[in-house]
Nanobody, 118 residues
Framework: QVQLVESGGGLVQGGGSLRLSCAAS????????MGWYRQAPGKQRELVAT???????NYAYSVKGRFTISRDNANNTAYLQMNSLKPEDTAVYYC????????????WGQGTQVTVSA
């Protein structure tokens, strides 16, 4: 089992920055991929960015060049640095961890609200 706790959300003006953190605990040795997803009101949850244990990253097109995902394996924490924020980035942001190879398990944090004002 893996437990994830997000922090760092809040209210920011358009063009501003926020940094989200996701602290993992439990069976952290089994985590392969960590990622961030978001869900805006009335919309489906969508991928924002992922990072493998080896540091390979993947981003949604809408955030490329503005957001940066990173991972501190020593402290079992993933980060999402969000710059040049837009009102359309407003959503609840969820941390995700994937364990296993042939049989995968998915874990989610409780979510943190990010609100970007115009």
């Amino acid at each position: 089992q893996v437990q994830l706790v997000e922090s760092g959300g809040g209210l920011v003006q358009g063009g501003g920055s926020l940094r989200l953190s996701c602290a993992a605990s439990g069976s952290i040795f089994s985590i392969n991929v960590m990622g961030w997803y978001r869900q805006a009101p009335g919309k489906q949850r969508e991928l924002v960015a992922t990072i493998t244990s080896g540091g390979r990253t993947n981003y949604a097109y809408s955030v490329k060049g503005r957001f940066t995902i990173s991972r501190d394996n020593a402290n079992n924490t993933a980060y999402l640095q969000m710059n040049s924020l837009k009102p359309e980035d407003t959503a609840v942001y969820y941390c995700n961890a994937v364990t296993g190879a042939s049989v995968r398990s998915y874990y989610w944090g409780q979510g943190t609200q990010v609100t970007v004002s115009a």
